[in-house]
Nanobody, 118 residues
Framework: QVQLVESGGGLVQAGGSLRLSCAASGRFFKINTMGWYRQAPGKQREPVALSTSDGSTNYADSAKGRFTISRDNAKNTVSLQMNSLKPDDTAVYYC????????????WGQGTLVTVSS
């Protein structure tokens, strides 16, 4: 019912920048929350930045001041601009969407690898 297509990611040196993008498509009434989670090797998946339908945003402490989430409701897209990247940011980043179909549906992207070299 809802499909997510992610783009971006890759290898970057510490201090560099990357931009992740995600586009949602399919049949739904509205998208509630869009955002990004990440999972580093041997660790649990954790939220990085989330954007709710009322325009509010939430960032993990580790992302504050370095990452910026932006959302285009008309295009059903969400992006994550990541600056001043650190080796600790190395992880698979997953796009996340909570969409209203006949119920609240959570959908995950396929994941994109971000590798930050020191």
């Amino acid at each position: 019912q809802v499909q997510l297509v992610e783009s971006g990611g890759g290898l970057v040196q510490a201090g560099g920048s990357l931009r992740l993008s995600c586009a949602a498509s399919g049949r739904f009434f509205k998208i509630n929350t869009m955002g990004w989670y990440r999972q580093a090797p041997g660790k649990q998946r954790e939220p990085v930045a989330l954007s709710t339908s009322d325009g509010s945003t939430n960032y993990a402490d580790s992302a504050k001041g370095r990452f910026t989430i932006s959302r285009d409701n008309a295009k059903n897209t969400v992006s994550l601009q990541m600056n001043s990247l650190k080796p600790d940011d190395t992880a698979v980043y997953y796009c996340y969407v909570n969409a209203l179909v006949n119920f609240n549906l959570e959908v995950w992207g396929q994941g994109t690898l971000v590798t930050v070299s020191s």
